[in-house]
């Protein structure tokens, strides 16, 4: 039997103590395995290609479903005939909106603002609505087919820029006019006498463009009816969110509908609840009563799965010389399309809450126009705050000569400002952030160095910095987990949550192995279907690793809980006195009297040990948040307007590492994406003439690849042991990486050349501009 322990369990591993039945487990003093960098518990599979994305499913008899869409970014669909895409030889099913089972109900946003819709709406309001679709034997002849379907559409004038989507005569996207609904705005104390407090008054106005979501694995589904009961494959956040979509708008019953997601290529927010795709898939699979696949093109997902809106800001800051912010009054105007799910929420967020200010207003108007919707898209609205809020705090410093990592120390927070109540955090990692940060990256030493080497000439050095903190993460319930402990000592983890390649399973795999001393390779993990896994919520906010890992704790101290209490009888001693060795239970007094988990009669009898777990509530009248700073240095050519990153640093406070190896990754990918958002990535729309996007694929909307990234990324996590955020410490990390980037880009490149970009993207074409206005002025 020495045989199994080595197979599944670390030998020699000290296993935390188990608290009573009843009793809170208290957080973890020093760890084992959880903050390690092991390698994730699938890395063979998704290195090997052995992985099945929903994408990689292909079953037999299988149908290709292709979706007609609009081409128009504003216009009505006149007449529609479908029957020469009918005849065709190989199509099985062709639906418009003039297929009764079709004409569906559809609204774009899971929260907020709801506006009422179709599946097939024969108003398009942004290019790229959905018209009709067929499915055929092959995704060609699906794709021929669509172009025998003959529409008329009166096309009608569009509204692309929301800049000038409020003027007067601007073509109106829905009757009421282009305003989504009154300002949202907020306030606290005077910034009137903030103003006149402050020795220094600053004023600027700043724009981020938009940013479409393009994650690797494209958007879509394969469906499948067996009877009365449909089975999705979707690549999603969130398998339960899309079964509640498709059980809604198809009228079935939530146990008839089955979404697996095992594996997914990415979605940052795009992919937290069904798409019409979805829907259009499960109705092109009842009615050919085949199984449907329904991936879209990249060219399609740039139109219709989301972005980041633009935001145009105007922030004005007060301060003392010593430092003290005095007021802040922001303001922004954004466009989250002509369906806002999402749109220009959190924007005000960062104004609102991360530094410390007596007084501060902000306004906030959404704006309609013909184009696609905006979705969450990695910590919504934050980067385009702190793109205005630290640009201004790096002005204010400079105003008042003070360093900005200064600036930003004397103006930390330990509560909440912006909530009601103003509750504490559980914990701010912010100073060390910003004080690690500032040593691990040696702030001061690149400043003098720079300095000393006087900067002058065509290619110029810089350094830059910004903070942030994430509105979410933190997590909270609901979760429910079950923990097997198999008869030969193996274990299963199931689970609901979805792994967005973040290292979810890992992070939870990591969990059971800290507290049963099992290998963490060796579990076996059930997750992401609803078919037979328990109820989750999307992974998204930054929450699941924060959400999902302290129910996996319960359930493994729920299983130890009853192991001790089978080990009890068979060793006729109380459970009190008994601990565990990994892989067995002895006695604290007497060492003889031990059992392994396989001897054990209860587990011999009945074949598994199942242990549930729950997440338990969050603190009362506190507010768990993730803290950031990061620091960068550039190089740039003021000949060519070329910017090159040199190096990067992140210090995160997200709470307790749970994995070294996917924190770090989470880092460069966050940063990575902030570095798009500086200086590549703008949906480009001819605004002037046609109002379609002509950047729709991945040669003409610059992605960040290898080359704009630097080499040089470290990450530095900042933990606070954080007692009271959960029973494990973590706060999230995914978002907050993403907050600061781009405004630490953009304080550089004002380091290394004087010249303030307010706008993003930083290119060439951009700062050329700039730098020769500011040589004339100069
Ligand atoms: Mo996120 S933007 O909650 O996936």
Redesign the pocket.
């Known amino acids: 039997m020495d045989q199994e322990k080595e197979l599944y369990y670390v030998e020699g591993l000290p296993i935390p103590e188990t608290p009573r039945p009843g009793e809170n487990p208290s957080p973890w003093k020093s760890t084992r395995i959880i903050g390690k960098a092991v390698p994730r518990v699938d890395a063979y599979e998704r290195v090997s290609g052995s992985a099945v994305y929903p994408s990689d499913v292909s079953l037999p008899n299988m149908l290709y479903g292709a979706i007609l869409r609009c081409p128009h970014p504003n216009a009505r669909v006149k007449r529609l005939s479908t029957g020469k895409a009918k005849s065709m030889p190989g199509v099985h099913a062709v639906i418009s909106g003039q297929t009764p089972a079709a004409d569906l109900p559809w609204s774009y946003s899971s929260s907020g603002i709801r506006i009422k819709s179709k599946l097939f709406d024969p108003r398009c309001r942004f290019e790229g609505e959905t018209v009709a679709a067929v499915a055929a034997e092959t995704s060609y002849l699906a794709w021929d087919a669509l172009r025998t379907i003959d529409v008329a559409y009166e096309v009608l004038p569009a509204v692309s820029d929301e800049r000038v989507a409020l003027d007067q005569g601007a073509t109106a996207v829905y009757e009421e006019g282009n305003k989504v609904g009154p300002a949202r705005s907020y306030e606290r104390g005077d910034v009137g006498k903030g103003f006149a407090e402050a020795d220094v008054v600053l004023e600027d106005s700043y724009r981020t463009e938009c940013e479409v979501h393009t994650p690797m694995e494209l958007h879509g589904c394969v469906a499948n009816w067996e009877g009365d009961r449909l089975t999705i494959w979707e690549s999603t ?1 969130g398998v339960y969110r899309v079964q509640q979509s498709v059980a809604e708008i198809l009228n079935l019953p939530l146990s008839k509908v089955r979404v697996i997601g095992h594996y997914m290529g990415g ?3 795009s992919k ?1 609840q069904a798409g019409k795709y979805t829907i259009i898939a499960a109705l092109l699979a009842r009615i050919s009563g085949r199984p449907v696949k329904m991936f879209l093109s990249r060219e399609e997902t740039y139109l219709v799965v989301g972005n980041r809106p633009p935001s145009n800001m105007t922030l004005k800051a007060g301060i003392k010389r010593d430092g003290t912010l005095t007021a802040l009054d922001f303001a922004c105007a954004g466009t989250g399309g002509a369906y806002p799910a999402g749109g220009i929420s959190l924007v005000d967020w960062q104004v609102r809450d991360l530094y410390k200010c007596p007084n501060v207003r902000t306004n906030c108007t959404d704006i309609y126009i013909n184009a696609g919707p905006a979705r ?3 910590a ?1 609205g934050h980067p385009q705050g702190s793109w205005a809020l630290e640009q201004m705090l790096d002005a204010l410093a400079e105003a008042i000569d003070m360093d900005p990592v200064d600036l930003r120390l004397k103006n930390i927070s330990l509560y909440s400002q912006a909530r009601d109540g103003q509750p504490a955090y559980t914990s701010t990692g912010l100073r060390d952030c910003l004080e690690e940060g500032a040593k691990a990256f040696g702030w001061k030493q690149a400043q003098e160095r720079i300095a000393s080497a006087g900067n002058r000439g065509d290619i110029r050095r810089g350094v830059g910095m910004a903070s942030g903190l994430w509105i979410a993460g933190g997590g909270r319930p609901p979760s429910t987990i079950i923990l097997k402990l198999f008869s030969d000592g193996s274990v299963n983890l199931n689970m609901g949550a979805s792994d967005l390649g973040t290292g979810t399973k890992t992070v939870m795999a990591l969990v059971v192995a800290e507290e049963l001393g099992v290998k963490p390779e060796t579990i076996q993990i059930e997750h992401a279907d609803t078919g037979t896994t328990q109820y989750a919520t999307p992974s ?2 930054s929450k699941t690793v924060p959400t999902e890992a302290p129910a996996v704790r319960a359930a493994a101290i729920s299983l130890k809980q009853q192991l001790l209490e089978i080990a009890a009888q068979d060793l006729a001693v109380e459970p009190a006195t008994l601990t565990f060795r990994a892989g067995s239970i002895v006695s604290r007094k007497d060492s003889s009297k031990k059992i392994r988990f396989t001897e054990l009669s209860g587990l011999k009898k009945r074949g598994v040990v199942v242990g549930i777990g729950y997440r338990g509530p969050n603190p009362e009248n506190k507010v768990t948040n993730p803290f950031a700073a990061q620091f960068c240095e550039v190089e740039v050519n003021t000949g060519t307007g070329e910017v090159r990153i040199i190096r990067f640093l992140g210090a995160h406070d997200s709470g307790r590492v749970m994995s070294r190896l996917t924190y770090d990754n989470q880092v460069f990918g966050g940063i990575t994406m902030g570095i798009g958002l500086a200086m590549t990535e703008a949906r480009v729309l001819d605004k002037n003439h046609t109002g379609k996007m002509v950047n729709r694929n991945w040669h003409d909307y610059k992605l960040p690849t290898a080359l704009d990234v630097p080499e040089d990324i470290v990450s530095l996590p900042i933990e606070p042991d954080d007692t009271e955020a959960n029973t494990t410490g973590a706060k999230g990390l995914g ?1 907050p990486v993403t907050i600061p980037t781009a405004a630490a880009v953009a304080n550089a490149v004002y380091h290394a050349t004087g010249v303030r970009i307010t706008q993003t993207p930083i290119n060439p074409v951009q700062l050329c501009r700039l730098l020769a206005e500011n040589r004339k002025e100069g």
Request: without cysteine; charged residues 15%.
């Open positions: 956040q979605g940052f927010g937290l969450p898209f990695r919504p998204g906010g978002e």
